[in-house]
T-cell receptor, first 114, second 113 residues
């Protein structure tokens, strides 16, 4: 099955700095890579995703890059703000029959300090 | 935060007892999922269902069972065979098909004493 590794497990940045979270996956058949944000005490929510036919995608201050050859993808947050503090999960999706199944990374706790 | 609900928020059970966690959605989603979240281990898939009356095992199905009798509901039973049931359980739903956004419920924290 798929295995997703995520680094770092914790990340502390000053407000206004950039944050980068990296993930690697094992199965070259995976072709969809979402990122979820989970604020303290709340449910995970999708913040951005990328499909295997695209190398980079941006949405305001967040961007995701994908390197299919190396089987890794990264989340980039620029101009970080205190409300960016949360746990971020990457995931890889592969097709099983008529469904797709997500395998999540272990999460990165991002703390944005003033 | 409406659309997908889980109850109760906190649940306590004695060791050896089966317990059923509720998950309901009014998003008209065909697909539903159960995940387990443990500290430092991310979200792990227990079971998923793409359509009523059909479901598949995820990566850690041992000691769990599900049913999907209605489109809106996907209850999860944690049986006494689950060796380490204390965890945070998240239910999610999505449109049927490939690579659709999964919407999560608020979760149930199960503690087995």
């Amino acid at each position: 099955g798929e295995n997703v590794e995520q680094h770092p497990s914790t990340l502390s940045v000053q407000e206004g700095d950039s944050a980068v979270i990296k993930c690697t996956y094992s199965d070259s058949a995976s072709n969809y890579f979402p990122w979820y944000k989970q604020e303290l005490g709340k449910r995970p929510q999708l913040i951005i995703d990328i499909r295997s036919n695209v190398g980079e995608k941006k949405d305001q201050r967040i961007a995701v890059t994908l390197n299919k050859t190396a089987k890794h993808f990264s989340l980039h947050i620029t101009e970080t703000q205190p409300e960016d503090s949360a746990v971020y999960f990457c995931a890889a999706s592969m097709i099983t029959g008529t469904a797709s199944k997500l395998t999540f990374g272990t999460g990165t706790r991002l703390q944005v300090t003033l | 935060d409406g659309g997908i609900t889980q109850s109760p928020k906190y649940l306590f059970r004695k060791e050896g007892q089966n317990v059923t966690l509720s998950c309901e959605q009014n998003l008209n989603h065909d697909a539903m999922y159960w995940y387990r979240q443990d500290p430092g281990q991310g979200l792990r898939l227990i079971y998923y269902s793409q359509i009523v009356n059909d479901f598949q095992k995820g990566d850690i199905a041992e000691g769990y069972s599900v049913s999907r009798e209605k489109k809106e509901s996907f209850p999860l039973t944690v049986t006494s065979a689950q060796k380490n049931p204390t965890a945070f359980y998240l239910c999610a739903s999505s449109k049927r098909g490939l690579h659709n956004e999964q919407f999560f419920g608020p979760g149930t924290r199960l503690t087995v004493l």
